[in-house]
């Protein structure tokens, strides 16, 4: 017993065993989606190897010293910045959304590292020496390095990732102290933006808002008037944008705000979705005899929809492990971040604990129909290499940061 | 109470109940669908899940160039089995009802047996009316066997023109896979030609019938009645260049003979014929196309899948004296005055090289009307092989035309460079540039070539690219598109070419090699050739334009093991020019006068 007590000081098993359970089903869950499909049915071979590339990768970045964490962040963030651009202009489609580099018979998503690389930047950037969050300047760049990577994955489109990096970067923020007038600063232009390609309407509509809340915050009239002159110009900058854009470029911006365009599609889709898991019922339908699975009443199962995988075959008990497994995960990553020893390692492990759980989130709620068609994959179980990989490469450094919390420097 | 801190209380209380909220909010749907609501969410799926039934849109329809339909599309029956309900003692029967060999049934099952045994096999394609109606007495007795209504093209409207048209297929895995998201497994798409080309715009898009089935697949009805639906669009229909009465004339003339022929309108590119001969059967293709029919296509000598009018090369022989004659003229090395004692052949250092005749004094006009050989091994030899080799490039040789079709070949014109690679630098003598002046040696020329080559003559060296596309019909908002053609000028002057064109017009219409051919109301103009051929019988060529003052089509005719040019090949280039222009004095193109375009398009592919 002695033993394992020192193990769990230095390695914190309730994390990784939890994600060890999660892509055990995860592979489960693509075996049984891919063994009779025409085209994809080698995908559970190559997610196997995915597996043993990532948990490989996850020992070397928990082994790593802690402190390289910190010099890698404004490099990897300056090269995945780049990957962004460069998948823009050679990536290949896929889906509509142009985000992939191809390599060989393998594809690479430069927006998966981009995460990684935005929330080691992030956290060095508000945790670095003389920062002061409530400094407009200090937020302004913070929020600079959260935003430009979404814009450039605006232009893919790619939905569920843009809104993946809006929240990871609202909440390190938030977590840094950010004051409630400071909060509005940041949100409001995005919401008056929003509005904008709502309409004129919403557009004054939403400025008069802004024009109530500055009222209620009374502030001086210099930063009340810097405010409003910040939004209004957001909303008339983005208009101007949109102008100059090409139609197709216009479109997918259009497509990318309203992901139901194309209503059959995405509602046949969350249709099967809820019918694969609610016909699962108690115990599930048993592994290989869903027979929305095996039919394929659901495309692309393997990805993006591949908890009704598990919400058929193994009802709600599989259901119900599967999101318990998650839930230890977020609540340790919570606690880690009480007990890390210094802001960085905490703003990191709420960065990772963040992205997670968006797309835990935006996933599950998807697949039982709670939030809108997003797709976005789910982590550790979806079937794919980048997001495999990045998510295994986080896991290492959380658990690096808990490997190090009682260390002082 | 301040909380505007680094990792505040209140702050992570917020996130704390963000987290267990939502695994709450979770549960409890979750609880709702898989447990409260399971047997409803089970009927559902047992028996009312939807499922996307999609319909092929009819490929875009060809017409020529004054809207006669060349290829078609007929309604056909394809039977089809899907392995997971299918009784395999059911094979024999329907192998001798489909009056196919015993075993066939087995082989495309076992072809497709990496596919999910869901998905409905096509086992025969364009299958009898009378083999429809026994499958409807007993279908009950047929399980996983049914039958699909679709369109196939329909070839049955005059001309065949196998290698310009190109075939459609199932669409091969591997292409599947490269153009993700855009196709399903068991669509056609089109293989070489035109088919290929212009695949994008003849496709059109498939329709969905969105229909309930149970989990077994049986269909019990229409998801909301239909209204989700989406209808077939058929694909865009395209004007192609082509003239089918010209077409008709080639096609006819080559029936028992191999070889070429390309016609092109000088002026614009458009190819008003093109034949490659033997032709293959597209109908053979429309069907799923059985292994005898492949075995017998690939291993007959005569190559029928072979496109000969763009991909086969031979030396044009004296077809192209008129480079040289070009050079000379441009390059002022030559002039009218310039002449050429022919005493029936060329000595060169330790060789000599033969002509036809004793020709006597000869001059630029006369050696092309009389196809003399010394007068162009004199030529070429002062020209030099680079200058030469520069004059044969501008008109085209060497390098691909950029048809709009992907099979095609871009020949060989030799030049220093070429020879030293091939050779060595001392590997080679000046004696092999002779036999050039003549049109023979390593040099390599397309049919297409030869007929852009004389479109160059006919039209001044003003040309654009050959090009099958006229227009194309766009389905869905039923607006014509003018193909532009791309104009080039290849910059020779108009005094060289009035007196190489001059020649020309005598070898028909003078004491020349093809006065056989003179018609009484046409010009026609032209320069026989006929190219010695190492594996049998010379190849007899004619290129050639009309009418001689306003050339409204250039020509180009290639007959394999045909013997002299003047016999076996100028009177086919004779006959499709009379069946293009006397056409075209007595009918005017109508219909498409009465469908105005809308704009001009450039087509890349």
């Keep these: 017993m002695n033993i394992n007590y020192k193990l769990q000081d230095r390695f914190d098993l309730s994390i990784f065993l939890p994600v060890i359970g999660l892509i055990i089903f995860g592979l489960l869950a693509i075996y049984s989606s891919t063994v009779n499909h025409p085209t994809a049915s080698g995908n559970f071979q190559k997610q196997v190897v995915f597996v043993i590339i990532s948990l490989f990768v996850f020992f070397v970045t928990f082994s790593l010293p802690l402190q390289s964490f910190k010099k890698f962040a404004i490099a990897l963030y300056a090269v995945s910045i780049f990957f962004l651009v460069a998948v823009l202009v050679i990536g290949k489609t896929v889906y509509g959304a142009k985000s992939w580099f191809g390599i060989g018979g393998f594809g690479f998503q430069p927006s998966e590292l981009a995460k990684l690389g935005t929330i080691l930047m992030l956290s060095y950037w508000l945790t670095y020496k003389s920062r002061d969050i409530n400094n407009l300047k200090d937020i302004g760049v913070a929020l600079l390095i959260g935003v430009f990577p979404v814009a450039l994955i605006m232009l893919e489109p790619d939905m569920g990732t843009s809104i993946v990096f809006l929240v990871i970067t609202v909440s390190l923020i938030f977590w840094s102290g950010i004051s409630l007038f400071g909060l509005f600063v940041v949100l409001s232009p995005g919401i008056v933006t929003f509005a904008s390609i709502l309409g004129t309407y919403a557009f004054i509509v939403a400025l008069l808002l802004v024009v109530a809340a500055l009222f209620f915050f009374k502030k001086d009239l210099f930063n009340s008037t810097a405010v409003f002159i910040i939004n209004l110009s957001a909303g008339f900058f983005f208009d101007y944008i949109y102008r100059v854009l090409k139609p197709h470029q216009q479109k997918r911006i259009a497509s990318f705000l309203d992901p139901s365009a194309d209503p059959l599609g995405a509602g046949y889709n969350a249709l099967q979705a809820k019918v694969a898991i609610g016909s699962g019922g108690f115990w599930g339908k048993g592994f290989l005899h869903g027979n929305q699975t095996q039919l394929r009443f659901i495309p692309e199962q393997w990805t993006d929809f591949i908890y009704c995988v598990i919400g058929e075959e193994f009802g709600y008990i599989g259901s119900m492990i599967v999101i318990l497994l998650f839930l230890i995960i977020f609540l340790r990553l919570f606690k880690l971040s009480a007990t890390a020893k210094d802001r960085f390692s905490v703003l990191v492990t709420v960065g990772v604990l963040t992205l997670l759980f968006s797309h835990f989130a935006l996933n599950i709620g998807m697949n039982v129909g709670v939030t809108p068609v997003i797709g976005l994959p789910l982590p550790f179980l979806s079937y794919g290499g980048s997001t495999q990989f990045i998510n295994m490469v986080m896991i290492g450094i959380v658990l690096n940061i808990y490997r190090n919390r009682k260390l002082h420097t | ?605």
């Design chain 2, 1 to 605: 109470m301040n909380d505007n801190y680094f990792g505040s209380l209140f702050r992570r209380r917020i996130v704390f109940v963000i987290i267990v909220g939502f695994f709450a909010i979770c549960s409890v749907q979750l609880f709702n669908m898989q447990i409260l609501q399971q047997p409803t969410y089970s009927e559902k799926s047992d028996e009312n899940s939807v499922k996307p039934i999609y319909q092929l849109a009819p490929r875009g329809i060809f017409y020529d160039r004054n809207h006669k339909v060349l290829v078609g599309n007929k309604p056909s029956f394809t039977l089809r089995i899907t392995p997971s309900t299918y009784d395999k003692k059911l094979t024999p029967y329907l192998e001798a009802i489909l009056g196919m060999s015993p075993g066939y049934i087995d082989r495309i099952l076992k072809l497709n047996e990496s596919y999910s045994k869901f998905i409905p096999r096509k086992i025969a394609k364009d299958v009898s009316f009378k083999v429809i109606a026994w499958y409807e007495e007993n279908s009950s007795k047929l399980p996983g066997v049914d039958y699909v209504m679709e369109t196939q093209r329909d070839y049955s409207f005059g001309v065949t023109g196998a290698h310009m048209f190109g075939y459609t297929k199932e669409i091969p895995l591997e292409v599947f896979q490269r153009r993700k998201g855009e196709y399903d497994i068991g669509d056609e798409i089109g293989f070489g030609g035109i088919e290929k080309t212009y695949e994008d715009y003849l496709r059109g898009e498939k329709g969905i019938k969105y229909m309930l089935v149970d989990a077994k697949q049986k269909t019990i009805g229409r998801y909301k009645a239909g209204e989700e639906d989406r209808a077939t669009i058929k694909g865009d229909d395209l004007t192609l260049t082509i003239d089918k009465d010209a077409q008709e004339v080639a096609e006819e003339e080559f029936k028992d003979k191999r070889g070429a022929v390309v016609a092109l309108d000088p002026s614009t590119g458009e190819v008003l014929a093109f034949l490659s001969s033997p032709q293959y059967n597209l109908e053979d293709f429309a069907k799923v196309t059985s292994n005898e029919v492949w075995r017998e296509l690939n291993n007959n000598p005569d190559r029928p899948m072979f496109n000969r009018a763009s991909m086969s090369t031979f030396a044009p022989g004296s077809t192209f004296k008129m480079i040289s004659a070009i050079a000379g003229l441009e390059e002022g090395i030559i002039d009218t005055n310039f002449k050429v004692n022919c005493g029936g052949g060329y000595q060169f250092g330790d060789r000599y090289f033969k002509c036809l005749h004793v020709h006597g004094t000869v001059d630029v006009e006369t050696s092309i009307e009389k196809s003399c050989n010394t007068f162009y091994y004199t030529l070429v030899n002062k020209l030099g092989l680079d200058t030469w080799s520069k004059y044969a490039k501008k008109f085209g040789f060497g390098t691909k035309t950029k048809i709009d079709i992907p099979e095609e070949s871009s020949g060989i014109v030799p030049s220093t460079e070429y020879y030293n690679r091939v050779y060595g630098k001392n590997g080679w003598t000046k004696g092999f540039v002779i036999s050039l002046g003549i049109g023979q040696g390593e040099l390599n020329v397309t049919p297409l070539q030869l007929a852009q080559y004389a479109a160059l003559f006919a039209n001044y060296g003003k040309s654009a690219r050959p090009h099958f596309l006229k227009s194309y019909m766009d389905t869905q908002t039923n607006k014509r598109y003018d193909v532009k053609p791309q104009y080039y000028d290849i910059g020779i002057s108009r005094k060289s070419f009035d007196i190489v064109r001059r020649a020309m017009y005598l070898v028909v219409n003078g004491a020349g090699t093809a006065t056989n051919i003179k018609l009484p109301d046409i010009a026609i103009a032209g320069k026989t050739g006929t190219a010695q051929n190492p594996h049998g019988k010379d190849h007899a060529i004619f290129v050639g334009f009309a009418p001689y003052n306003n050339p409204k089509i250039a020509i180009a005719v290639i007959v394999e093991n045909a013997g002299f040019g003047s016999i076996a090949a100028a009177p086919i280039a004779r006959d499709i020019i009379k069946a293009y222009l006397q056409k075209d004095k007595k009918e005017e193109p109508k219909d498409l006068a009465a469908l105005p375009a809308v704009k001009e398009a450039n087509i890349e592919h």
